[in-house]
């Protein structure tokens, strides 16, 4: 199991916590994360405002990198990150037309000869039977929402691995680590990702559905795979409580940290000491 | 409510018809309103069209009033509409290449729009000068261009705290290669900002 990596811009800030704890997974999956040098923003929510060539341009030039390394394959845990490098990896495999433009434009030959998955499925087809020995402090009665979100999931054409309205990867790792995974209604509903730093006063009532959500399943936690669902639901929980007078106190993991938590990885190690909702309930729970 | 003369609006705007349907790649004439996409949006309570009527106003060729919208804007690309469209139009596509079109015109947005834009500006003026996004620039610029200026001030704080917010820029060693990109596609298309 061998990937070029793509950490993303929030992986030394917002979303450090994901970073630590996905290498720290990786490392105990025996999953080799070569993080691609020299990598360059994929464009995040903007770029496709703006203009389609910059939209597929801006990631393709840290795939051309990644493609020379030579490894086949990439991935990256940020969701934001991963339909931009998949949308562009498709877009420049089915038209040669945009792959010369694109190239063109980075000054950088990306032939298209990668594979993008989002670390969701890098880690979600390893097979069980490799994970079950690691889990050594089984995350047993944790009731778990998984959330979605869109872009790891949708739309079907780009993403493709996973179920784009009942999506079961992370539950089913989830399962895998001793907890329960819920059926619950909002896995997949968006929770309006850069709105929280334009239109806080929207995303608020976006995240606030989703946590209701996820409360009236019963959960006592949710995971993620996106910082920037971690940052809305996670941080903005309190705004949502502040302006809609809500009273949340529901913890927010990256699935990274709970499956690393049940693989005996120190709390402090995978990064749960510098959540904005507190984890302490959690961790006393699963002791 | 506005009259619109439905046969002069699509004769007019025959250009503008065609070429959302070439630019988004998507059947946008198939749409038979069956109001699905709207259902699903997460957003739709913010914007002025739901999804459902920014299709059948494609159709009309109802060009200003679509390029002036908020719908565009505040559409948050969740791709829950294209996922679910029984016509397979992928209306986050359309949404998208309309806020293209509105940029090229020189539509300003307005109120919440704005916002949204200036984020985009914001956003994409670090990645073009460090090579990726830096955080604090970002807000900063952000903050100044919208006219909100303690916008997510509470924030600093409890990120410093945690080690989540870098103060400084570190520009990648490609940095130049990137703003090449911005460069070539303003050439090859004009009109990004």
Known sequence: MRYAYFPGCSYHGTGKEYESSTHAVAKKIGMELVTIPDWSCCGATASH?????L???LPARSLAIAEGMGIGEVTTGCAACYQQLAHANIRMTES???RDKVNKITGKEYKGTLKVKSLVEAIGIVDPETIKPLIVKPLTGLKVAAYYGCLLVRPPE???FDDPENPVFMDNMMKLAG?????????TECCGASLGVSNLNIAVRMINKILKAAVESGADCMVVACPFCHLNMDYHQKSVNKQLGTTYDMPVFYFTELLGLAMGISPDDLGLKTHFTDTQKVLNQVG | MELINVNESISKNADFIEQIGIESGQPVQKCYQCGKCTAGCPVAFEMDYPPHQVIRMVQLGMKDELLKSNTIWICASCSTCSTRCPCKVEIAHVMESLRIMAGRSGTAPVGKAKYVEVMYNALLSTVERYGRTYEVGLVMQNNLKSGKLFNGADMGLPMLQRGKLKLMPSKIQGAAEVARIFAEVRKMEGGVK
């Not at chain 1, 907890?179 to 896995?187: N, R, V």
């Open chain 1, 179 to 187: 907890a329960e995974a819920l059926d619950w209604a909002h896995k």
């Open chain 1, 55 to 57: 939209n597929i341009a």
């Open chain 1, 49 to 53: 405002g703006k203009s389609h060539l």
């Open chain 1, 158 to 160: 780009i993403t493709g």
């Open chain 1, 96 to 98: 040669e037309e945009i």
